[in-house]
């Protein structure tokens, strides 16, 4: 069976994110967005999404954006701060939005939400989990990472 589209972009641009079936859509330096279905494998013990998934959703999407926005420099999380507000079951569908709250020389922030599609409102959605993530941005690249942005060059909406 062939990778979708999204699929295999999300497998070129973040492995943990595609391990647990993630897929991103939109690849911007203002805006990062994907999915993901809940499954038994981004769990925790009681069956609802694991508060680290959303972390990792959160930090690989501003990670990606903040990398684009500050023209390909290596970035580096400083800090992730995220509140969940309610739970999101096996099967649900998640969305997640990326954007830059604050494009420093040196620094970062983006905002990262994630919410639940609502089946019982046709296409409503209901807020799951609001990150904020602080970024060191202006770090050199080595000789031997100069290619990591390519990947985000190639699917990258600039």
Known sequence: MALSSSNSKTAEL???L???GFEIEEV???RMTGRLVVTPVCVQPFKVLHGG???LIAEGLASMGAHMASGYSRVAGMQLSIS???SAAVGDTILARAVPV???RST???EVKLWKMDTSTQGGELQVAEARVSLLCNLPVSDEMKNVGESLRKYSKL
């Open 18 to 20: 595609h391990a647990l």
């Open 53 to 55: 998934v959303s972390a």
């Open 28 to 30: 911007s330096p203002s």
């Open 84 to 86: 969940h507000f309610r």
């Open 14 to 16: 973040d492995a943990p």
């Open 108 to 110: 970062q922030v983006w």
């Open 102 to 104: 604050h494009i420093g």
